[in-house]
């Protein structure tokens, strides 16, 4: 598979829309190109390649990706050469229709052959016509891809891709096909190339991370990788995203309280509280099991920060039904949640189910579970005041810190604090303070900082470096020291 362009000066930017996953993609999209001899387009200047990468499951992502085609159709009518891909679970979805709608794209890639832009802009260059290549199944893993990260100090790595549920209002099992387990050995070694370039955060992305193992029959898998990760010397927080409810297991609790460097923050996904919807769902737990996982989840853990995410108005959601899920979230005291109002999903068998409920309905019962959320959240933020907490130090999370004066940082359990600063503290540097004050989405510490902790990741983002992964593929190695990296196999 050839990757050489034949001018290796022209630039590209990515546009990234969606959930982690997609803006892990986007990492490997930006490797690739950079492997292939493109360069990051500086700040505020047009792109010789724009890849928008997209998603299928947030509410108005089609008129999104065709509203952002439809502002990009001047600028590239203005800089001949320059060309326009389309890629991730919207590409997977609408295929040629892209190029339909919108014909001055050149490139629809899907979600399983990401590793084909390369040469598929090459093509449509060569050819001069649009190159539309949607594979069925995925071509490689995504981890045999070579990476361009965002962060000096924080890094995404994927345990699987792929989701085997079945939930009545997801589109992502058939866009992203079947659960596919990474060895651990591979996911080790990644962690470890992070690591060695000064990392100290990784978060491990899977659409269902606590299935992790069923390619290879090992029931315990995701807990005994939460252990061996958090054994690599000098990494010191290992976060994960998202856990289904269904399949946890005490042994995962059991390795977050256990392992220190594993965060004590949890996101459990609810999306309703009423049996009967999650049924309808096809969610495969009930309110009784999810409160109970929350239980043995704060009684091994009491400070443990727990999220998750919320559906209101699912077809045939009643009164009661609705009345069900405030008295969760009342119970299990969310330190946040993402809330959404349902939405029809063409392809999903809820976008065809009886019962779909007016917009005026969904919108009030939203209201009503977004303001007791905030009410939680608000009173579990107060109760940190006067805490000392340990802030890895964030670079763009705090849209007011010019105004302010503050920097801002994540704690273990993953709230975000803005904090008065002192001199020479950079992104990647970890600082001690106090909590002096709350809000109901962040914290405030304004006293003077305990201690501060120049970092290898604090050096790498003051320099404007970032780490780089090549593609890992290390066979079947098991869990335990990590296989040293070797180079991905060439095509």
């Given amino acids: 598979m050839g990757t050489e362009v034949a001018n290796p000066s022209r630039t590209y930017r990515v546009r990234t829309y969606g959930c982690q996953m997609n803006v892990h993609d986007s990492e490997r999209l930006s490797g690739l190109l950079e492997a292939a001899g493109y360069a990051a387009a500086p700040e505020g200047a047009d792109a010789d390649v724009v890849v928008l990468n997209t998603c299928a499951v947030r509410e108005n992502a089609d008129n999104r990706l065709y509203g952002n085609l439809g502002h990009l159709r001047p600028v590239k009518d203005a800089h001949p050469g320059m060309q326009i891909a389309v890629g991730g ?50 071509e490689v893993f995504p981890s045999t891809l070579p990476a361009k990260r965002d962060s000096a100090y924080s890094g995404w790595v994927s345990i699987s891709v792929g989701c085997n549920n079945t939930c009545t209002f997801c589109i992502v099992p058939a866009l992203r096909g079947k659960e596919e387990d990474r060895r651990p050995g591979e996911i080790l070694a990644e962690v470890q190339a992070l690591v060695d370039q000064g990392v100290l955060e990784v978060t491990l992305l899977g659409q269902n991370v606590n299935a992790y193992g069923v390619g290879f029959r090992d029931r315990g898998a995701f807990a005994d990788l939460l252990r061996a990760t958090g054994r690599i010397e000098g990494l010191e927080r290992v976060r994960f995203t998202s856990p289904h409810p269904r399949e946890f297991t005490d042994d995962v609790i059991e390795a977050m309280a256990e392992t220190p460097a594993v965060c004590h923050q949890l996101h459990m996904p609810l999306q309703s509280g009423s049996d009967d919807v999650l049924r309808r769902m096809r969610r495969g737990y009930r309110q009784d099991r999810y409160l109970g996982i929350i239980d043995r989840v704060r009684a091994a853990m009491p400070g443990a920060a727990i999220t998750t995410d919320v559906i209101v108005g699912f077809p045939g959601e009643t009164e009661a039904d609705f009345a069900q899920t405030l008295e969760v979230v009342r119970q299990a005291r969310f330190a946040s949640a993402f809330t959404f109002q349902y939405s029809k999903r063409p392809g999903t068998p809820a976008a065809t189910m009886d019962g779909q409920l007016p917009k005026e309905v969904v919108q009030e019962r939203y209201l009503r579970l977004t303001a007791l959320q905030e009410e939680i959240s608000w009173a579990e933020n107060r109760a940190q005041v006067g805490r000392t907490v340990e802030l890895l130090v964030a670079a763009g999370e705090g849209s007011k810190d010019a105004r302010t004066g503050r920097l801002s940082g994540r704690a273990r359990d993953g709230r975000l604090v803005h904090f008065s600063g002192g001199a020479g503290v950079r992104p990647g540097d970890v600082v001690e303070t106090v909590v002096t004050a709350a809000a109901p989405h962040h914290l405030v510490a304004d006293g003077p900082l305990l201690s501060h902790r120049r970092t290898r990741a604090g050096d790498a983002h003051e320099a404007g470096t970032r780490p780089t992964t090549p593609g890992v593929s290390l066979g079947m190695p098991g869990i335990g020291v990590p296989a040293p990296l070797e180079p991905a196999p060439s095509c």
């Fill in 89 to 138: 679970c919207l590409a997977q979805k609408d295929r040629g229709e892209i190029v339909r709608r919108a014909p001055w794209v050149d490139v629809v890639f899907g979600t399983h052959n990401v590793g084909s832009l390369p040469a598929l802009l090459e093509r449509a260059r060569h050819n001069a016509e649009a190159q539309v290549e949607i594979a069925e199944a995925l």
